[in-house]
């Protein structure tokens, strides 16, 4: 019998196994290869239609899941918020239900609110991937990012992930720690005490607020931006104290006993938590980083579209 998904959503880290992300990655192996393939489409999902509904501006996530679903032959409608009836009013449900009744058969859905993709999954008839709800999960690029962890380092297990930044707004914080946890990872947060979650600790993650000692802990610096536009109080004095603190530039990296890889989940705030040379750095793997969003998407895309049949 084939494998398949333990789960019809893709809501967060928290609702999959380790078994469903080891069927994610050998999966994403697969689409890997064909989208490094002149022709870089399969007809796998032909009869199905996609609605990419975002409520929240994205420039990774939104692209690479429309790239996902074309290459996998979907038909694909994408929906914003900002141009959409729900500026007159309509709410969440009422807004779905009648792109559902149009047909769709899939929603791939962005959302300020934590919860917004458990509370469509469970009040709709719909299969519904999470592509990132305010603070609380984004679930492939935890995928992504450990994916390339694999493909950079060989397995995940065993590694020492630091992730460094605004731990307390990230999604992608909280979907990385799950995610790699469940892989066997070392996972430590570092960050100004204000931006790290005072209970964070019973997740099981090491709490660092010096960069230097935490870069000196990691086979792998994960790089948050400051998530100003989900902050409405000040948590430190300025930009420029906490790229003084928590910036990472060239010299630190090259300084370090050991060479150890870079990430960012972008967007990047160049000069504030990174520099450009880091960046741009041969220890980067950023943009590994978006191209194994595609074929992630695909594979997440794929084994919940089985789930249908
Ligand atoms: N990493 C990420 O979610 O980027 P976007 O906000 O551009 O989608």
Not at 122 to 131: E, G, K, L, R
Not at 188 to 208: D, F, N, Q, S, Y
Not at 288 to 297: F, H, K, L, S, Y
């Amino acid at each position: 019998m084939e494998e398949s998904l333990s789960v019809n959503h893709l809501l967060g880290i928290k609702e999959i196994s380790q078994t469903d992300i080891q069927l994610i990655f050998k999966t994403a192996d697969n689409f890997k290869t064909v989208i490094n393939r002149p022709i870089k489409r399969v007809p796998t999902l032909r009869d199905i239609t996609i609605a990419n509904i975002f409520f929240e501006n994205s420039t990774r996530t939104r692209i690479s899941f429309e790239l996902a679903e074309k290459r996998l032959s979907a038909d694909v409608v994408n929906f914003s918020s900002s141009s959409s009836s729900v500026t007159k009013g309509e709410t969440l449900i009422d807004t779905v239900n009648n792109i559902l009744a149009m047909k769709v058969d899939m929603v791939v859905m962005r959302h300020p609110a934590p919860g917004a993709a458990i509370f469509l999954a469970q009040n709709t008839n719909t299969q519904v991937i999470n592509a990132g709800d305010g603070t609380h999960e984004h679930p492939t690029q935890a995928l992504l990012d450990a994916y390339s962890i694999r493909e950079k380092l060989g397995e995940v297990k065993g590694k020492k992930v630091a992730i460094i930044g605004d731990i307390m707004h990230s999604r992608v914080a909280l979907s990385n720690i799950l995610c790699l946890q469940k892989l066997g990872a070392d996972v430590m947060v570092c960050g100004p005490a204000t931006l790290i979650p005072k209970h964070i600790k019973h997740l099981g993650v090491e709490v660092e607020y010096n960069l230097q000692k935490a870069l000196e802990w990691c086979d792998v610096a994960n790089m948050l931006r400051i998530q100003l536009e989900r902050q409405n109080t000040k948590y430190f004095p300025s930009l420029r104290e906490y790229t003084m603190q928590y910036g990472l530039n060239r010299k630190t990296l090259e300084g370090l006993s050991k060479k150890i890889t870079i990430m960012h989940p972008g967007p990047i705030n160049r000069g504030v938590e990174i520099t450009s040379e880091v960046a741009d750095h041969s220890q980067s793997i950023i943009l590994d980083q978006v191209e194994n969003g595609v074929a992630i998407r695909m594979a997440v895309l794929y084994l919940l579209a089985m789930k249908r049949a």
